[in-house]
């Protein structure tokens, strides 16, 4: 019986070449159409962006988006044990009176919503590393989505770093029943100004 | 390279054995006929054509990004995704023209394409910022591409993109160590064994340092952690140079000179903030340390060296988890066992005939000496006396040495 080596050396270097750069082209596709799922499959939700630090602002051609649900209180999960920066949570949202979404409760494992409420997943940046230990959940949590950057046109920027700063830009995101966001729509004074077409 | 270089002082010293009479024509020609030909190397045809086709890529690029804006979204992925099929179209081709230096450099190149293309289809689809997951992605896509082509540029590109990962994935919450990496790390390491690569084996063995450093560098800036990773390279090195395996054998000299450097550090970079270090290191990475003692001694039982290694990681490894304290605020013990365990990693070197353990050793001794020596704090002439007292001690201990080593150890 050949060994593994020597049958791995019989294959034509070609096809190893191919299947290398297939998998690095496939994985690649991946990245795309699993975005496009969550815009197709999304439940949609709209939120309210706010100002965040100038020193933040403009980097490259990207526009840094924070959102009311980016600082929300612990509740529950105050004083209870974290697994430290980049823990993944879930931010249980629903729509208020202006037509916003905006946080309910958050919690460290998926939990059952019943419509409107959607739940999505982020991960915890400052609020993880409280108690003695630095192991615990503080009192307020700091939480990204993946969905704090929108790259423009060079120069485009400007604008909506304005109407940012105003509470005047808004977004609507696509949310994936496993709780996953991606960006689906740029909106000024409630009027769309991008649409994210899924490919 | 080192093969090279091998050949080139293997043949002038068959030639003048020859001419001394030492061996016989015959002989040499027999010597000569047993080693294997020589793979075809970067001639200047070939690094002139690397330069002409690197400032081709770059142009494609320059070209790609002044026009990145007008191009529409789904062209510009199709561009991305032509870029990776066309580097590895060309690396099949040079590999079935038996040009294997450029296969891997096209290899090389493809895995490259790959991260700029996992960052360019982030900022056209406005993807999440983890970061980390982007590179683990790269590394992971260089890995099978090293793994299947065989390149250990793509090699050297997944370990690059895969320590930049661990290091994003260090929390602040320093004592705890990033698992994942070690899986990765030892997938790297399989490559290296099964290609029996030397350059393999030294991107492994530094990737295995910085994964150490990593933690060191975090929050708990706790500098002894990688002393606790030089223990373990240097035992598991040891060993592995005993296997009868030449691959692993290979190997583990490779892992056991970096950790023999990295022990040796200690001296020139810990002792200063010993007297103030306060923090306990935390119990996994003592733990690896003391693992990697007892397997330098496992590893005496065939090379007596690596006894004198051993008990150089257990010295310095009582002085990294602060075991003596200092007196006076003197750290006088810790000073005389580092002293110790230095020349115990020159004597195991020059047991075993590892010359960079040796040297490891030797640079450890002058970086502790000179740190004695210029330490700010403490009284001169309490320094002197200590040096004395050491260097009375050392002679002694290579009166002894001469009188117990067999003759042709002492060298």
Avoid at chain 2, 326 to 335: D, L, M, N, R, T
């Amino acid at each position: 019986m050949r060994s593994p080596a020597a049958v791995f050396d019989r294959i034509p270097k070609f096809v190893l070449f191919g299947v290398a750069g297939l998998i690095q082209m496939v994985s690649i596709g991946v990245m795309v159409v699993d975005r496009a799922m969550i815009l197709r499959t999304g439940t949609d939700v709209t939120l309210q962006t706010r100002p965040v630090d100038p020193r933040d602002f403009l980097r490259g051609d990207y526009v840094t988006l924070s959102y009311d649900i980016s600082s929300v209180p612990a509740g529950a999960l105050n004083g209870t044990p974290s697994a430290g920066w980049g823990m993944p949570v879930f931010v249980k949202v629903a729509p208020n009176r202006d037509g916003f979404h905006g946080a309910i409760s958050v919690h460290a494992a998926p939990v059952e919503v019943t419509s409107p409420e959607v739940l999505i997943r982020g991960r915890v940046g400052f609020g993880a590393n409280c108690g003695t230990e630095r192991r615990t959940f503080c009192d307020r949590l700091d939480v990204r989505y993946g969905i704090e950057r929108y790259f423009v046109p060079e120069g485009e920027g400007k604008k909506l770093e304005a109407a940012r700063n105003q509470r005047k830009l808004t977004i609507v995101a696509a949310v994936a029943p496993t709780g996953r966001a991606a960006i689906k729509r740029l909106l000024i004074d409630g009027a769309p100004v991008y649409d994210e077409p899924w490919f | 390279m080192f093969e090279r270089a091998y050949r080139q002082r293997l043949e002038a010293d068959v030639a003048r054995w020859q001419a001394e009479g030492v061996i016989t024509p015959a002989t040499g020609e027999a010597i000569r006929n047993s080693l294997p030909a020589l793979g075809a190397g970067i001639n200047i045809p070939v690094a002139v054509a690397i330069v002409g086709g690197v400032l081709i890529a770059a142009a494609f690029l320059a070209f790609v990004a002044a026009n990145w804006i007008e191009i529409a979204r789904l062209l510009r992925f199709a561009i991305l995704l032509t870029g990776i099929a066309a580097a590895y179209g060309v690396g099949a081709a040079f590999a079935h023209a038996g040009r294997p230096v450029l296969a891997d450099l096209a290899a090389s190149v493809g895995a490259v394409i790959f991260g700029a293309a996992i960052v360019l289809v982030g900022q056209m689809y406005h993807l999440g910022d983890d970061f980390a997951a982007g590179l683990l992605l790269w590394a992971a896509g260089a890995l099978a591409a090293a793994a299947l082509t065989g390149s250990r540029g793509a090699l050297a590109v997944a370990l690059a993109a895969g320590s930049v990962w661990t290091e994003m994935r260090v929390s602040d919450a320093a004592d705890v160590p990033h698992l994942p990496f070690v899986l990765f790390w030892a997938l790297s390491s399989g490559l290296a064994i099964a290609w029996n690569s030397r350059v393999a084996a030294h991107l492994v063995a530094l990737a295995a340092l910085w994964w150490w450093y990593s933690p060191a560098s975090g929050l708990t800036r706790d500098p002894f952690i990688i002393t606790d990773g030089a223990a373990l390279l240097l035992g598991a090195g040891l060993l592995l140079a005993n296997s009868p395996s030449e691959s692993l054998r290979s190997f583990g000299i490779i892992l056991s000179v970096y950790g023999a450097f990295a022990l040796a550090a200690l001296p020139s970079t810990a002792l200063a903030p010993l007297a103030s270090g306060n923090a306990d290191p935390p119990a996994w990475a003592v733990g690896c340390g003391l693992a990697g003692m007892v397997l330098a001694f496992t590893a005496a039982t065939r090379q007596v060296g690596s006894a004198f290694a051993g008990i150089s990681i257990a010295f310095v490894l009582i002085v990294a988890n602060r075991l003596v304290q200092p007196v006076s605020g003197e750290s006088w013990a810790a000073y005389a066992l580092e002293l110790v365990a230095m020349l115990s990693l020159v004597v195991s070197g020059m047991l075993d005939g590892a010359r960079p353990r040796a040297v490891a050793g030797w640079l450890g001794l002058a970086a502790l000496i000179a740190s004695i020596t210029w330490a700010f704090e403490g009284s001169l002439l309490h320094r002197s006396l200590f040096l004395a007292a050491a260097g009375v001690v050392t002679i002694a201990f290579a009166v002894l040495l001469g009188r117990v080593l067999p003759r042709e150890s002492r060298r």
